[in-house]
């Protein structure tokens, strides 16, 4: 580690603002990858991949530059310039005046008549860049002008206040040899032949400073791998290393509790039920600790799948928690469980932040002694001020809210051993195995018995509240869901408030109710439990209601703007109805839509089942639904992205697959340098035992 004051310009204070970014070292500069590149080039290739802005720039010669003042109160520099193409520019800097202080004072000299100069900005007509927005600019005579500012891809990096993005440019380029010296390449040289990838050096070179695209793509390409190969190895000996651990206990079906579940029920489970079921029993008999993805569409009745396995658990006097994403959520389950679980010697509680204290305080008492069987809230339930006497099933609702860390934690949590987690956002396969490389799989195929899939269309709005009306004096209920809270300026995106007024007065002699994530907790469980008892026949919504809310009666779902919602998340809002017998419909009321909507919506319309849509190609494009800025924290990326990167990642969990099989330790010195990357990487984050 090298201080980076070594750097010339560099002293304690500015060394300071550089950690502040986490950069301590001159080594560490390498790393520090740029955010997005800009394309500072008088003549630019075509194709501009999408992580390059193109800005135009001029370059020529000062004929004239003179200001002047408006009555707006602001200053305009004018400068015009001989380009080298022979043809003249005018370039304006703008900026608001200040009395009594020369706003271009320091400016003027770099603009005497003659002298060569680069504008960067944005030209008002693109063709001939005779008129420029001047956003910065380089003195030609100035040697890092044309080194790392301009007239060549130029990286864009995340700043902090003190560094500018020149400096840091300069900064990043002046360490870059010597953190790129001692950085080596712990790839075998084998797998970078067979993937045509840059070497380590020549990565980290071109990611800062690209000559062009190529190089670009190339050191991308090279440095996403590496993220992903690591990840991938990571996950596999995590799961390895998690079945090696025995968890000390193992539970007898005793069925006192199960048979009168099943009786309560009122129906017969499907096939996939009794199949995830019996999984899940093998699991949590067997010695090791069970890491189990359960994966089920929408409304295909996970919650008495995870019913089965704390019943199972109760009956062996072991506690179980049952853990949402939302207390909304929490609460509707809490009616579930109340509903199968009548008569049953079993006990269980609801625990949230509304808990009243006094409560909260026997329910705690109670989890310590052991009285509790079951608890239910969100993930708050793990934390250290709620001692159990002895848990050791979590099951997880709704897996993809859930980062691997908390997982993590979970399984470290005293006694707690076995660990459930569901989900309703089916996952591509090869993206599973990297995610959740640590979980073993189920899947409910079908859907239970008399369900008839949703009937999806496009319609306008007008014939939209003309189905409202339809569903709710048949005595069914709806929701109407919209993509924001409040008017934002953007005429296109219709807002939930607003809308609410209008939907209370189109519809005078049925009640309408708003549910938004912005409400109290204890608000939005009102409006639920209203809408679920049937107190209200209209919800107006924002995604709030996107998981979980389970009402039978429930028949419309209409989506306003559907255009703004990846794909994900349409087909959860869908899955909020048709989970009755009644058939339902969901209608997408759209506004303008990109390309690319129009393949989500015209995916949504023609096909009901969720596999079959997560099998989709713009599945995970834009899937800010799927991962959660947590869960891409969790996987420590700096460049990769999962829901972009799939061809990436298939080769990475390849070449991971093909590493362990020959040597599962790492310890052939060919994979020497993998083994150290990833003790570094994530063997103290993950716990990765097996390789310290
Ligand atoms: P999800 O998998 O989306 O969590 P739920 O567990 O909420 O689905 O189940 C959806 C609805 O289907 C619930 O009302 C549940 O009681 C009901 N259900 C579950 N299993 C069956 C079944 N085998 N037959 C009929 N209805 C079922
Ligand atoms: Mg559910």
């Given at each position: 580690?090298?201080?980076?004051?070594f750097?010339?310009?560099?002293?304690?204070?500015?060394?300071g603002?550089?950690?502040?970014?986490?950069?301590?070292s001159?080594?560490?500069?390498?790393?520090?990858?740029?955010?997005k590149?800009?394309?500072?080039?008088?003549?630019?290739?075509?194709?501009?991949p999408?992580?390059?802005?193109?800005?135009?720039?001029?370059?020529?010669?000062?004929?004239?530059?003179?200001?002047?003042?408006?009555?707006?109160?602001?200053?305009?520099?004018?400068?015009?310039?001989?380009?080298?193409?022979?043809?003249?520019?005018?370039?304006?800097?703008?900026?608001?005046?200040?009395?009594?202080?020369?706003?271009?004072g320091?400016?003027?000299?770099?603009?005497?008549?003659?002298?060569?100069?680069?504008?960067?900005?944005?030209?008002?007509?693109?063709?001939?860049?005779?008129?420029?927005?001047?956003?910065e600019?380089?003195?030609?005579?100035?040697?890092?002008a044309?080194?790392?500012?301009?007239?060549?891809?130029?990286?864009?990096?995340?700043?902090?206040?003190?560094?500018?993005?020149?400096?840091?440019?300069?900064?990043?380029?002046?360490?870059?040899?010597?953190?790129?010296?001692g950085?080596?390449?712990f790839?075998?040289?084998?797998?970078?032949?067979?993937?045509?990838?840059?070497?380590?050096?020549?990565?980290?070179?071109?990611?800062?400073?690209p000559?062009?695209?190529f190089?670009?793509?190339s050191?991308?390409?090279?440095?996403?791998?590496?993220?992903?190969?690591?990840?991938?190895?990571?996950c596999a000996?995590?799961?390895?290393?998690?079945?090696?651990?025995?968890?000390?206990?193992?539970?007898?079906?005793?069925?006192?509790?199960?048979?009168p579940?099943?009786?309560?029920?009122g129906?017969?489970?499907?096939g996939?039920?009794?199949?995830?079921?019996?999984?899940?029993?093998?699991?949590?008999?067997?010695p090791?600790?069970?890491?189990?993805?359960?994966e089920?569409?929408?409304?295909?009745?996970?919650?008495?799948?995870?019913?089965?396995?704390?019943?199972?658990?109760?009956?062996?006097?072991?506690?179980?928690?049952?853990i949402?994403?939302?207390?909304?959520?929490?609460s509707q389950h809490?009616?579930?469980?109340?509903?199968?679980?009548?008569?049953l010697?079993v006990?269980?509680?609801?625990?949230?932040?509304?808990t009243?204290?006094?409560r909260?305080?026997k329910?705690?008492?109670?989890?310590?002694c052991?009285?509790?069987?079951?608890?239910?809230?969100?993930?708050a339930?793990?934390s250290?001020?709620?001692?159990?006497?002895?848990?050791?099933?979590?099951?997880?609702?709704e897996?993809h809210?859930?980062?691997?860390?908390?997982?993590?934690?979970?399984?470290?949590?005293?006694?707690?051993?076995?660990?459930?987690?569901?989900?309703?956002?089916?996952?591509?396969?090869?993206?599973?195995?990297?995610?959740?490389?640590?979980l073993?799989?189920?899947?409910?195929?079908?859907?239970?018995?008399?369900?008839?899939?949703?009937?999806?269309?496009?319609t306008d709005?007008e014939?939209?509240?003309?189905?409202?009306?339809?569903?709710?004096?048949?005595?069914?209920?709806?929701?109407?869901?919209?993509?924001?809270?409040?008017?934002?300026?953007?005429?296109?995106?219709?807002?939930?408030?607003?809308?609410y007024?209008?939907?209370?007065?189109?519809?005078?002699?049925?009640?309408?109710?708003l549910?938004?994530?912005?409400?109290?907790?204890?608000?939005?469980?009102?409006?639920?439990?209203?809408?679920?008892m049937?107190?209200?026949?209209?919800?107006?919504?924002?995604?709030?209601v996107?998981?979980?809310?389970?009402?039978?009666e429930?028949?419309?779902?209409?989506?306003?703007?559907?255009?703004?919602?990846?794909?994900?998340?349409?087909?959860?809002?869908?899955?909020?109805?048709g989970?009755?017998?009644?058939?339902?419909?969901?209608?997408?009321?759209?506004?303008?839509?990109?390309p690319?909507a129009?393949?989500?919506?015209?995916a949504?319309?023609?096909?009901?089942?969720?596999f079959?849509?997560?099998?989709?190609?713009?599945?995970?494009r834009?899937?800010?639904?799927?991962?959660?800025?947590?869960?891409?924290?969790?996987?420590?990326?700096?460049?990769?992205?999962?829901?972009?990167?799939?061809?990436?990642?298939?080769?990475?969990?390849?070449?991971?697959?093909?590493?362990?099989?020959?040597?599962?330790?790492?310890?052939?010195?060919?994979?020497?340098?993998?083994?150290?990357?990833?003790?570094?990487?994530?063997?103290?984050?993950?716990?990765?035992?097996?390789?310290s």
């Amino acid at each position: 580690m090298t201080s980076l004051r070594f750097i010339k310009g560099i002293g304690p204070k500015k060394a300071g603002l550089f950690g502040k970014l986490g950069i301590n070292s001159i080594e560490d500069l390498a790393f520090y990858y740029p955010r997005k590149w800009i394309d500072r080039r008088p003549d630019k290739e075509s194709n501009t991949p999408p992580y390059v802005v193109r800005q135009d720039v001029v370059c020529g010669e000062v004929v004239a530059a003179r200001e002047t003042y408006t009555a707006g109160g602001l200053v305009l520099f004018k400068v015009v310039i001989k380009n080298d193409r022979g043809g003249e520019a005018e370039a304006v800097f703008f900026k608001r005046r200040a009395r009594g202080f020369d706003v271009f004072g320091s400016m003027r000299k770099d603009f005497r008549r003659g002298s060569r100069v680069w504008i960067v900005g944005e030209s008002e007509e693109n063709m001939f860049l005779t008129k420029i927005r001047a956003q910065e600019y380089y003195r030609d005579d100035d040697p890092t002008a044309k080194k790392y500012h301009t007239g060549r891809i130029v990286p864009v990096y995340p700043l902090t206040g003190g560094i500018t993005a020149r400096l840091m440019r300069e900064t990043v380029a002046a360490g870059l040899p010597f953190s790129i010296e001692g950085a080596g390449d712990f790839l075998p040289a084998r797998i970078r032949e067979k993937r045509a990838l840059f070497d380590r050096a020549e990565a980290l070179r071109c990611i800062h400073f690209p000559e062009n695209y190529f190089q670009l793509a190339s050191a991308r390409r090279r440095l996403i791998y590496e993220e992903l190969l690591l990840f991938a190895l990571a996950c596999a000996i995590r799961r390895r290393q998690i079945r090696e651990i025995p968890k000390h206990f193992s539970y007898e079906i005793k069925r006192h509790l199960l048979t009168p579940f099943r009786r309560n029920l009122g129906f017969e489970l499907t096939g996939g039920q009794k199949k995830a079921i019996n999984e899940i029993f093998g699991d949590m008999r067997s010695p090791v600790p069970m890491a189990r993805l359960l994966e089920g569409d929408v409304g295909s009745g996970k919650t008495v799948v995870a019913l089965s396995a704390m019943l199972l658990a109760a009956e062996n006097g072991a506690q179980s928690a049952f853990i949402t994403p939302t207390e909304i959520l929490a609460s509707q389950h809490y009616f579930t469980f109340e509903k199968f679980l009548k008569g049953l010697e079993v006990r269980f509680e609801l625990l949230t932040g509304s808990t009243p204290a006094a409560r909260r305080k026997k329910i705690l008492e109670g989890l310590a002694c052991g009285e509790i069987d079951i608890v239910i809230g969100t993930h708050a339930i793990l934390s250290d001020g709620v001692k159990f006497r002895n848990l050791r099933l979590a099951v997880v609702d709704e897996q993809h809210r859930f980062g691997v860390r908390q997982r993590a934690a979970m399984r470290d949590k005293g006694e707690l051993a076995d660990v459930l987690v569901m989900t309703a956002t089916p996952i591509p396969r090869s993206l599973f195995l990297a995610m959740y490389g640590d979980l073993d799989l189920s899947t409910i195929k079908e859907m239970p018995a008399g369900r008839k899939p949703v009937s999806t269309l496009e319609t306008d709005e007008e014939t939209a509240f003309e189905a409202v009306n339809e569903e709710i004096s048949a005595g069914n209920r709806v929701y109407i869901v919209y993509p924001a809270i409040e008017e934002s300026g953007n005429a296109e995106l219709k807002a939930v408030k607003t809308e609410y007024e209008k939907i209370c007065h189109r519809f005078p002699g049925f009640k309408a109710e708003l549910l938004h994530g912005r409400m109290k907790s204890a608000d939005k469980k009102r409006t639920m439990d209203n809408f679920a008892m049937g107190r209200t026949q209209i919800l107006v919504a924002t995604q709030v209601v996107e998981v979980g809310l389970d009402v039978p009666e429930a028949t419309l779902m209409v989506i306003n703007n559907a255009e703004r919602f990846g794909l994900a998340a349409l087909h959860q809002l869908r899955g909020r109805v048709g989970r009755g017998n009644r058939p339902s419909r969901c209608l997408l009321v759209c506004g303008n839509r990109t390309p690319e909507a129009a393949e989500r919506l015209d995916a949504l319309v023609n096909c009901s089942g969720g596999f079959e849509l997560s099998e989709k190609d713009i599945y995970l494009r834009g899937a800010g639904d799927i991962f959660t800025e947590e869960q891409h924290g969790d996987m420590g990326f700096r460049l990769a992205d999962l829901s972009r990167d799939g061809n990436i990642l298939r080769q990475a969990i390849d070449d991971k697959d093909g590493i362990l099989s020959i040597d599962p330790d790492l310890s052939a010195p060919e994979n020497a340098g993998v083994r150290k990357k990833l003790i570094e990487q994530y063997a103290g984050k993950w716990n990765l035992i097996d390789l310290s």
